[in-house]
């Protein structure tokens, strides 16, 4: 097992603990009683109520009183869903969700309404078409004109595994640089994202940190407990890397900005990622709902919160009148930069 894998698993055994606890006290299985109990359980475990009450004025105490006056003990199922993912959506967390048998409440809006920066159709244009590309797993890759390397991963859910990339960091060996274009990646597995990270470091390099809680006061958190990544013991690449990002960057691509931004020669370009930086944990309400939520906070290698997402080294948007002529903005300044 590596060290970061461990550092997360670790403060999963205390949350498990902790978690289980969640519904000492005993809700009966009624609309105010479920109400109640999911209430509770945010207040006491969730892990982000103080830094979004400094964020944006979160008050948990004040959604409490606003959304029990909705609360009827003649409401329907799907009314009472209604209510709670409502109320769950004033803590602004993708890794939240209500699952019922007929639907899952989410908080969708960080999807929605961010600032894409980035155009499927011209990047699909940098690949080009037919044998242009080569694909290896998740991966989609090749070598531009000049001389580039470009790695498209549209997904951490697409698995990756240590073969896929010593196949195609071998094959890109003799460019003069490499492009990774995450743009749009939701997220989806931590292991994948540690996985491509470790290729860029050639020792044991400090990443971030992460906390679990200890008890139900919005504070009661551990010691930062610091997360380290190790060099992976297959191909590493020894150039510049530039990496693009973009507010749909979220969870384990989130995490993957984090640790490439520690690794040497190694920068970031775009606008900020998504965020989304709380290892989630699941619990039940009385009626048998289930309930994800983020129990366990983490932060990068300057103890700042990535909640909310990271900032890139180098800001830069798509502008139309490139688009318009086919160019990518972003793909067309790491170039650049790379040739630099």
């Known amino acids: 097992m590596n060290n970061l894998v461990r550092l ?5 055994f205390a949350i498990l603990a902790l978690v289980s606890c969640v519904n000492e006290e005993t809700f009966e299985n009624t609309p105010e009683g479920n109400f109640e109990a999911l209430w509770q359980m945010i207040d006491e475990h969730y892990c982000f109520l103080d830094y979004k009450a400094q964020e944006y004025g979160l008050d948990w105490n004040a959604v409490h009183t606003q959304y029990k006056k909705r609360i009827s003990p003649n409401m329907t199922n799907t009314q009472l869903q209604e209510v709670l993912t409502e109320m769950l959506a004033e803590l602004r967390d993708g890794h939240v969700n209500l699952y019922t048998a007929s639907d899952v409440g989410r908080y969708w809006a960080w999807h929605e309404e961010s600032a894409r920066n980035w155009s499927q159709e011209l990047r699909d244009k940098y690949l080009g078409t037919g044998y242009n590309y080569k694909i290896a797993s998740g991966l989609y890759y090749r070598i531009l004109e000049d001389n580039i390397g470009l790695i498209v991963y549209e997904s951490f859910a697409n698995a990756i595994g240590e073969g896929n990339l010593d196949d195609v960091l071998y094959y890109l060996r003799s460019t003069n640089g490499l492009i990774i274009d995450v743009r749009g990646n939701t997220g989806g597995q931590l292991t994948y994202a540690e996985r491509l990270s470790q290729r860029f470091t050639n020792e044991r390099i400090l990443v971030g940190y992460s906390q679990y809680k200890t008890g139900r006061g919005h504070n009661d958190f551990s010691t930062p407990k610091a997360e380290y990544m190790d060099p992976s013991t297959g191909i590493r690449w020894q150039k510049d890397v530039i990496v693009l990002q973009n507010s749909e960057c979220y969870s384990a691509c989130n995490t993957f900005i984090r640790n ?20 989630p944990f699941s619990s039940e309400l009385p009626n048998g709902w289930l309930v994800r939520f983020s129990a366990s906070p983490s932060f990068d290698k300057d103890m700042q919160q990535i909640e909310f997402g990271i900032a890139p080294d180098i800001t830069c948007t798509l502008d139309s009148a490139d688009a318009s002529k086919g160019y990518d903005t972003l793909i067309e300044a790491a170039r650049k930069l790379l040739k630099n």
């Not at 490439?260 to 290892?279: N, Q, Y």
């Open 8 to 12: 997360i698993l670790l403060p999963l």
């Open 260 to 279: 490439m931004r520690s690794c040497p020669r190694v920068r970031t370009l775009g606008d900020k990622s998504g965020g989304g930086s709380g290892m």
